[in-house]
């Protein structure tokens, strides 16, 4: 099965994400089918800077049948609310 998800990255005590596209039966950081994002949780979520998701690539992968973690949900209905501000 398809998952959206986080994968993290950058170094210690300083994490970045990355919002890709996976099988769920690999690891977090594991290889990835694609990358459609990233999220930066040391930026506040209204600054514009702190979430990028190409929307067009994540509802494709809505469409094939992708399901979506917990958390991506949350990034997503808050990058949609910046979007219309």
């Given at each position: 099965m398809v998952i959206i998800r986080l994968s993290r990255y950058g170094r210690k005590k300083k994490p970045f994400y990355h919002i890709t596209v996976s099988d769920n039966r690999r690891f977090r950081n594991a290889k990835f089918i694609e990358k459609i994002g990233f999220y930066n949780p040391f930026l506040s979520l209204n600054n514009k800077?702190?979430?990028?998701i190409d929307?067009?690539?994540?509802?494709?992968?809505i469409k094939n049948g992708a399901r979506i973690s917990s958390r991506v949900n949350y990034l997503i209905k808050n990058y949609k609310n910046l979007l219309k501000c």
């Open positions: 800077n702190s979430i990028s929307l067009e690539k994540f509802n494709l992968w």
